[in-house]
């Protein structure tokens, strides 16, 4: 049966076989990186049309339908049109910084990839600190933002990358609890030991109440951290014309925006990954037959079946509620979602030593 | 007790995000009512409300009258100077001067459709009409005459 983990060690197989060593490493170096940027320029358009049709959808509105058949091309004509737009520099802007600021940013969101497991042993690299990795890459997209906001020169994108600054060092903090909780559940930092735990059943189902916490806190954590409505003061269009990148243009822009996408869709990855069982089929305990029939759909389906419906769901909080102001974000961060995620890692840690998950 | 309030905090807020979003999932599955309007394909079926203000017209009737005295209390009802009236005398028939319309200068492009004009006209000779499609590719087009050549005033109205 063809699946990703035959076709990559077909190929990898005769990479080797057929070139030495160092050629094929590099060889494979280079197929990652078409892959990867294939997948992000891939998802930079399903998502950006899924959004305008979620959102035309939820506001009793058509949405995109002149390009093609229900407008299924309107983002493919969007982005030619970035392409071939003039990607302007500000005169007083700090050029080498105001240029360097969208690429560190779809570095960041990039090098998140590498551990993530999208199918059965399909994966860039299975190392076994992969969550502290990507907890401590994701930082790394808020330095690109500040630098983008501080080197326009522009008092509305300055104020953006503030907030956007304080906005994703506090809400790191509970979203790093709430994957903490899955950590101390499943006993491992490996992303493929935390995807083989979950074999007899996904955590939000054996993890009981505190996963569950765990698992509303991260969502809300994350909504912050891609600095998505409700949390989307880094932009606000009503206040900051257009927050961090209101000076950026063309294809530098595209980049910023698809940034943003990619983003949404690699938390909602590690989501899936933690809490709803990554590639892992439906499973219930030991009852086979029922497996057994779960195991026939391909396990990156079940992957991206659990992203996309992560990915609706924040689109929905998008949609549906009205942004925070700062001070009311840093309370809901420092008064509420940490405190919760604290006691409930305790709680977490209590049921992980006495054994009363599944 | 603080403790108290603090969990009552967190029901009544996660309550009232799930109603909400339960309202737009109803939006999201129920997709039946679209309120776009697909404007140049249903040109034929559009349907404006009647408080649609257009542009200015006059209105005329089948003979070709109209009920403008040349009153001038438009030109000064509007703000903004876009109507001019140019005014002509009449020689009645039993000799009289008197003051009558012969030019309803009407500029589109100044024209904030305020409804002040109408508003002001004491013998209703002036309406907001619904059309809205008013592109010209000069400008000129845009100053009207509002009175048909050749029309007079209607009988009766003073």
Redesign the interface.
Known sequence: MPSLENIANFIHNWLYTTFNATVALLLEFTIVAILVIGLFSVLGLVLIFMERK?S???????GP?RVGPKGIFQTVADTLKLMVKEGMTPNNADKFLFNLAPFIVMTAAMLILAPLAFAKNFQIWDINIGVLFVTAISSVSVIGILMAGWASNNKYSLLGAMRSGAQIVSYELSAGLSIITIVVLSESLKISTIIESQANGWWIFKGHIPAIIAFVIFIIAVTAETNRAPFDLAEAESELTAGFHTEYSGMKFALFFLAEYVNIFIVCVIGATLFLGGWMPLHFGTNTTFNEMMDYIPSSLWLFGKTFFLIFVIM??R???PRLRIDQLLNLEWK?LLP?SMINLLLATAMAILGWHF | MFLKEYIQDIYGAVKSLLIGMRRTGYYFTNHKEIITQQYPDNKATLNLSERFRGEVVMIHDENNEHACTGCTACELACPNATIKIITQFDISPDGKKKKALNKFVYHLDLCTMCNLCIVACPTDAIKMANTFEHSVFDRSKLTKILNNPDSKIRAGIE
């Open positions: 979620v035309a959808y939820m506001q009793v509105r058509l339908n929905w909080f949609w549906t509620f509420y919760i």
